[in-house]
DNA sequence: CAGCATCCGCTTTGATACTG
DNA sequence: CAGTATCAAAGCGGATGCTG
């Protein structure tokens, strides 16, 4: 990315990491670890496979992605945050936040992968036990601890999860909730929360 | 920008605000409040002024930004963050720390704004009351509340400040201190931090 | 002057194909 | 598996012009 040529803490922060998908690499590796080429590209559904090279070309030239050899008898390359690419984690989780009221729209276009919910999941509730899965068909079932699940099409779910829908509204909207709905409730922001985007 | 088409709140928030640009917008009307466009643009050197006026336009529609008629006699436009642009506090708040350790170097083509820098060291330092000015030359003057006062360039300033120079280093590259050392001190942070980017 | 819109050359991206 | 190569299309930067 052409620097942005200021004297300034954000600009410079964006001049490493405000490129096109850059950000989007670095919340795989946060997710998964330490991953594959391969991985990355079907964590990353539509980048070009060139920019997918370049990026991490430009990662690691600044730091923030280091390459390994994985164990024998693997035989691969895996790529790996630095301490200072960990250190993005609160710019992930921010973004993540200030996200989360915008997946109450889903469109189907959309790719889905079970370990972006699980992400968001945790940050919507770092205190409760949540685990999400999903199916080929995006239907979603996310695991409140053993005490409750809520299973559905996945932007009905989330759009109860984040406080978009009323449990009413997403019940109609397909969800089911097994177990306790009390602990369901634990996990939805409180009134006034979200605010709408 | 063209959207991700990722069912993840990461990308949905980047699919808004990932733009080239668009988050130092944002960040201008965190530092300085409701903006003129012509603030802006000063307070943006270097964006073409058809993609000011596009990413006022495109931050606008997405409830980011609202436009109001300044009160007379002044009749002019004002450009100031909604309660959901606010939101990206947290966001703008964690790249200005991510970059802080990236103020130790000062490119000749770098512009430099006094409101960047008092946003940075705020950053760095919440509870101390620090301000910063800026003089034509590029020289910094910080004042550590009443205690004490560090001029000299502004990279070396800012390299004390940030941790990246040591006093003496600070000092041999043109950096003078009045007052309470132990004062500047307090602002610095603990070794080992900031690791090197 | 404030707040844009238009035009144009250049760079970056996206899509696809190909390779060690 | 881990990338390169190629090329059309979109986005960006810089200059300039227009309107109240």
């Given at each position: 990315m052409r620097s942005y040529d200021e004297?300034?803490?954000?600009a410079k922060a964006l001049d490493v990491v405000g490129d096109r998908w850059t950000l989007l690499i670095v919340r795989e590796l946060l997710l998964r670890g330490a991953?594959?080429?391969?991985d990355l590209r079907h964590g990353l559904p539509g980048i070009a496979s060139n920019l997918l090279a370049d990026r991490l070309r430009d990662l690691e030239a600044a730091g923030i992605v280091a390459k390994?050899?994985?164990?024998p008898p693997v035989?691969?390359?895996?790529?790996?945050?630095?301490p200072r690419g960990e250190q993005l984690d609160p710019v992930i989780d921010s973004l993540m936040r200030w996200g989360l009221p915008l997946m109450a729209e889903q469109r189907d276009?959309?790719?889905?992968?079970?370990?972006?919910?699980?992400?968001?999941?945790?940050?919507?509730a770092p205190n409760e036990p949540l685990s999400a899965e999903v199916d080929d068909d995006g239907a979603l079932r996310v695991a409140v601890?053993?005490?409750?699940?809520?299973?559905?099409?996945?932007?009905?779910?989330?759009?109860?999860?984040?406080?978009?829908?009323?449990?009413?509204?997403?019940?109609?909207?397909?969800?089911?909730?097994a177990g306790d709905v009390a602990a369901v409730?634990?996990?939805?922001?409180?009134d006034g929360w979200p605010p709408t985007p």
């Amino acid at each position: 990315m052409r620097s942005y040529d200021e004297y300034c803490s954000v600009a410079k922060a964006l001049d490493v990491v405000g490129d096109r998908w850059t950000l989007l690499i670095v919340r795989e590796l946060l997710l998964r670890g330490a991953c594959r080429y391969t991985d990355l590209r079907h964590g990353l559904p539509g980048i070009a496979s060139n920019l997918l090279a370049d990026r991490l070309r430009d990662l690691e030239a600044a730091g923030i992605v280091a390459k390994e050899a994985a164990p024998p008898p693997v035989a691969t390359t895996l790529f790996r945050l630095t301490p200072r690419g960990e250190q993005l984690d609160p710019v992930i989780d921010s973004l993540m936040r200030w996200g989360l009221p915008l997946m109450a729209e889903q469109r189907d276009t959309d790719a889905v992968r079970g370990h972006w919910l699980t992400g968001a999941l945790q940050t919507l509730a770092p205190n409760e036990p949540l685990s999400a899965e999903v199916d080929d068909d995006g239907a979603l079932r996310v695991a409140v601890g053993t005490d409750a699940t809520v299973s559905g099409p996945a932007r009905s779910v989330m759009g109860l999860l984040v406080g978009a829908l009323e449990l009413d509204d997403a019940r109609a909207a397909g969800v089911t909730v097994a177990g306790d709905v009390a602990a369901v409730k634990r996990v939805v922001p409180k009134d006034g929360w979200p605010p709408t985007p």
